[in-house]
């Protein structure tokens, strides 16, 4: 008897063992979680809001918050391990994510959800895809629908908070978008020069005109004859307003100022945020873009 109780034991604990053993992307997260992993921050604060509250439902971030936009980002061990265990992996697409094609070959049953899918795309001056979506108020609001749906799809369980988080938070971007659309349709001053080319889609949205921009690729500095074009151009449109980003060195900016007596200011395009950040973070800084505009184009 001894011997029988013995082997039903060492059965009885294999079998707990095989059940307990991660075999895979399931389905669910760590202790039955749904894992949603997002690209980069702001994919970040949409997917946040979407889910925010729900049980077991947990978002994280595979980049750091100070990452930056993700044109040339190189994926990390780190990386990879985060979206190992991840149940949903929420990007922004429009070819943003150069890595995309890497995570597919090594994770091939992930499931991914494009922010931007179907949404009309700007074309930069070489005719590509711009993927800055989320910097215009509609863009954003488009691409927190396309999160919701692709989030109900693959977790079915959960459509009716997720459905109710998205519905409030739309009604807060509508509202955000509305009081821009208010504080700037009387400004006088529309030619704008920007930074680099993350805010194409912020100013069809809201009636700017961009004459000019510093940096094509960000963190490339501008040739001697970009900085001389950029001159002529603000000079000959009497543009006076230069547009920086927190994200980047003002330099190139400052010796354009410098030449042309141009002001410079700073807008955010969201792409950086705190590793803490509060789920009203896109909102806050977009109302602080609002007060840099409301001030420059005066």
């Given at each position: 008897?001894?011997?029988?109780?013995?082997?039903?034991?060492?059965?009885?604990?294999?079998?707990?063992?095989?059940?307990?053993?991660?075999?895979?992307?399931?389905?669910?997260?760590?202790?039955?979680?749904?894992?949603?992993v997002?690209?980069?921050?702001?994919?970040?604060?949409?997917?946040?809001?979407?889910?925010?509250?729900?049980?077991d439902?947990?978002?994280?971030?595979?980049?750091e918050?100070?990452?930056?936009?993700?044109?040339?980002?190189?994926?990390?061990?780190?990386?990879?391990?985060?979206?190992?265990?991840?149940d949903?992996?929420?990007?922004?697409?429009?070819?943003?994510?150069?890595?995309?094609?890497?995570?597919?070959?090594?994770?091939?049953?992930?499931?991914?959800?494009?922010?931007?899918?179907?949404?009309?795309?700007?074309?930069?001056?070489?005719?590509?895809?711009?993927?800055?979506?989320?910097?215009?108020?509609?863009?954003?609001?488009?691409?927190?629908?396309?999160?919701?749906?692709?989030?109900?799809?693959?977790?079915?369980?959960?459509?009716?908070?997720y459905?109710?988080?998205?519905?409030?938070?739309?009604?807060?971007?509508?509202?955000?978008?509305?009081?821009?659309?208010?504080?700037?349709?009387?400004?006088?001053?529309?030619?704008?020069?920007?930074?680099?080319?993350?805010?194409?889609?912020?100013?069809q949205?809201?009636?700017?005109?961009?004459?000019?921009?510093?940096?094509?690729?960000?963190?490339?500095?501008?040739?001697?004859?970009?900085?001389?074009?950029?001159?002529?151009?603000?000079n000959?449109?009497?543009?006076?307003?230069?547009?920086?980003?927190?994200?980047?060195s003002?330099?190139?900016?400052?010796?354009?100022a410098?030449?042309?007596?141009?002001?410079?200011?700073?807008?955010?395009p969201?792409?950086?945020?705190?590793?803490?950040?509060?789920?009203?973070?896109?909102?806050?800084?977009?109302?602080?873009?609002?007060?840099?505009?409301?001030?420059?184009?005066?």
């Open positions: 008897m001894k011997k029988i109780c013995a082997v039903l034991i060492l059965i009885l604990a294999l079998i707990l063992a095989a059940c307990g053993q991660n075999t895979g992307n399931t389905g669910y997260g760590q202790d039955g979680e749904t894992l949603i997002t690209s980069f921050y702001p994919m970040y604060l949409f997917a946040s809001n979407i889910a925010n509250g729900i049980e439902v947990k978002v994280v971030n595979m980049t918050p100070q990452t930056g936009c993700l044109h040339d980002y190189q994926l990390v061990p780190a990386d990879l391990k985060t979206l190992e265990k991840a949903i992996f929420v990007i922004n697409g429009a070819g943003l994510e150069s890595f995309l094609d890497k995570v597919l070959s090594q994770l091939p049953d992930l499931t991914i959800i494009e922010a931007a899918k179907g949404i009309e795309l700007l074309k930069d001056e070489n005719g590509e895809d711009n993927p800055h979506v989320w910097v215009s108020i509609s863009g954003a609001i488009q691409e927190v629908k396309n999160i919701t749906e692709g989030l109900i799809a693959a977790d079915p369980a959960n459509e009716a908070s459905r109710k988080n998205s519905e409030e938070y739309i009604g807060k971007l509508e509202t955000l978008k509305q009081r821009m659309h208010d504080t700037l349709k009387d400004i006088k001053t529309r030619d704008i020069v920007t930074f680099h080319e993350a805010f194409p889609y912020f100013a949205e809201f009636g700017l005109n961009i004459v000019s921009v510093i940096e094509r690729e960000p963190g490339s500095e501008p040739s001697a004859s970009e900085l001389a074009e950029t001159i002529r151009i603000i000959d449109k009497k543009t006076k307003v230069l547009f920086t980003e927190p994200q980047y003002p330099k190139a900016a400052e010796s354009i410098a030449q042309t007596g141009a002001r410079i200011y700073v807008l955010d969201v792409v950086t945020g705190p590793k803490d950040a509060e789920l009203d973070s896109y909102e806050k800084t977009m109302l602080e873009n609002l007060n840099v505009l409301a001030e420059a184009l005066k």
